[in-house]
């Protein structure tokens, strides 16, 4: 616990406290101060040496700056700061006062040049509080878990790293694995995500050696880290080699002793797995995927039990899925034209019934813009109870081999089954989501006197096709692991509980399990 001392006017502080901060620790501090404050009153002097000492007293406070300004993370003396590149410079010009030592005076420092910065962005009509990065957040990947299936040994031995046709680089080991390896470089270096690399153990040369690891063992990118101006390179390894796991293995359990066994790999599997059971069932939005043809079409929807609106909005009289006639060849064309890699539109839509046939009716921004019939598109359709208003986001989709293949193939499963899985995820071209934003209480910014001017049969334009290309539906649900192999099979069962009877159809068996569908339910 930090102890409190008496303190001076922040505002005005004696002149020579700046001076005599730096001396504190000197071992004729005494005389110092008593030469440099003769003239001064005593109560002066107590007032000073008690500011020196409460400055100069150790702090374990944590300066968090994140509500304010886009900071990073920044480590001193194991305590963990949120500050911004203003903030750290400030930090480590005020740290050598206090010969090193993270102190009540430097936490002070910090924070008033903070206030500094706030007051005269304030004098010049500026917001910082207004700053969009400081909404930024760590992003979860989804499947990512494959990156650490296995213990890994914080390892710390030169390597060299060859990349490409770049210049070969001298590296150190940061935590090591038989599948894969964290390296710390001295800079960042340009890559791809999936490219290959080759590392040659020359640590290992020396520390163990052994024929095998005398030769470069080939490896994949995964990722960067960049924390506290270090750079990390993320790799998988992307060749088999049993003799060369025997090694790893056999090196890593007789180390474990001297080396700190890292399981980061069990907290980001069960960080991962965690929000995909608990959010990928509760999304609202739509997942879509596309295929690869020029003109990217709907082949599979996602289905959960909170985006069944969504995809029921779109059935018509005959309950058939109408969904794939809002993608048209030119709306996707002009979607795809988007120079940014996350693409996306906002779609507006209506239906209209004549003689029981539901007819669609659907138009982006830019094509309302262009028709120059947006007034009359918003006033018709938002008067309408089927008025909706849909984001639809759209990327490309980028497969890692190698990743894929940790994640499809288990142990026992067909090779057969595994290049099918991989030959259908390779028709895959686009990943999207098609979200409502609607409000009802937001209906009346639609309407306009359009009417008034328009004729409502000029929007038979954004009539979506009659006959629309299908695609395959899949119930999006969390299942757990699976430790042996189901087979899709349906047949009827009958599910008694006390005395109730659940009539249904099996969806897949097992040798232990079995998943199904409810359907009539006598008795109950």
């Not at 020396?206 to 960049?226: D, H, M, R, T």
Request: charged content about 25%.
């Amino acid at each position: 616990m930090e102890r409190t001392y008496p303190v001076m006017d922040s505002e005005r502080p004696h002149p020579l406290l700046e001076q005599l901060l730096p001396l504190i620790r000197e071992p004729d501090f005494d005389e110092i101060f008593s030469r440099l404050t003769h003239g001064e009153n005593n109560n002066t002097r107590f007032l000073l040496k008690m500011e020196l000492k409460r400055k100069s007293t150790q702090s374990v406070r944590s300066i968090d700056l994140r509500a304010r300004n886009s900071a990073v993370p920044f480590v001193y003396a194991g305590i963990q700061h949120f500050m911004t590149p203003e903030d750290i410079e400030v930090f480590q010009a005020t740290i050598p006062i206090y010969h090193g030592k993270y102190t009540v005076g430097v936490y002070e420092a910090v924070l008033a040049a903070q206030k500094e910065r706030l007051k005269k962005a304030s004098q010049l009509g500026e917001d910082p509080s207004h700053d969009p990065h400081r909404f930024e957040i760590d992003s979860v990947h989804f499947a990512s878990y494959y990156h650490r299936r296995e213990e890994r040994m914080h390892f710390s031995s030169p390597v060299v790293l060859k990349l490409g046709s770049q210049p070969a680089l001298q590296a150190k080991t940061s935590d090591i694995s038989p599948g894969g390896l964290r390296l710390l470089l001295t800079a960042p270096i340009a890559f791809e995500v999936g490219e290959l690399c080759h590392v040659t153990f020359t640590g290992l040369q020396k520390e163990s050696p052994a024929p095998l690891i005398n030769e470069p063992v080939c490896y994949q990118i995964l990722g960067e880290e960049l924390r506290e101006n270090r750079f990390w390179l993320k790799l998988l390894r992307a060749d088999s080699d049993p003799e060369l796991d025997r090694y790893l293995h056999n090196f890593i359990d007789t180390n474990k002793v001297r080396y700190r066994v890292s399981i980061d790999y069990l907290l980001s599997s069960v960080e991962v797995k965690g929000y995909e059971q608990y959010y990928l069932p509760r999304m609202t939005g739509l997942p879509l995927f596309f295929n690869k043809e020029a003109t990217p079409q709907l082949v599979h929807v996602l289905k959960s039990e909170n985006n069944q609106a969504v995809l029921e909005y779109w059935r018509d009289e005959r309950n058939n899925d109408k969904l794939g006639g809002l993608f048209t060849p030119l709306r996707m064309q002009r979607l795809l034209s988007q120079t940014q890699p996350h693409k996306q539109c906002w779609i507006y839509c209506f239906t209209h019934t004549v003689r029981s046939h539901i007819y669609f009716f659907s138009a982006t921004q830019e094509e309302l813009e262009e028709s120059g019939l947006r007034d009359l598109f918003f006033t018709v359709g938002a008067r309408r109870p089927s008025w909706r208003v849909f984001k639809l986001d759209l990327e490309a989709i980028q497969l890692n081999s190698q990743g894929l293949k940790s994640l499809i193939n288990i142990d026992g499963l067909p090779p057969a089954h595994v290049a099918t899985v991989e030959q259908q995820l390779e028709q895959l071209g686009y990943v999207g989501q098609l979200i409502a934003v609607d409000d009802d209480a937001q209906r009346i910014d639609y309407l306009t006197d359009a009417l008034e001017e328009f004729q409502a049969n000029q929007l038979q334009i954004f009539a979506n096709p009659i006959e629309v290309p299908a695609f395959e539906l899949e119930l999006l649900h969390y299942v757990q692991l699976r430790k042996e192999l189901r087979y899709m099979h349906k047949t009827a069962v009958a599910v008694k509980h006390g005395v109730n009877t659940v009539v249904g159809w099996t969806r897949d068996i097992s040798h232990t399990r079995s998943t199904g569908r409810a359907g009539a339910t006598p008795g109950l």
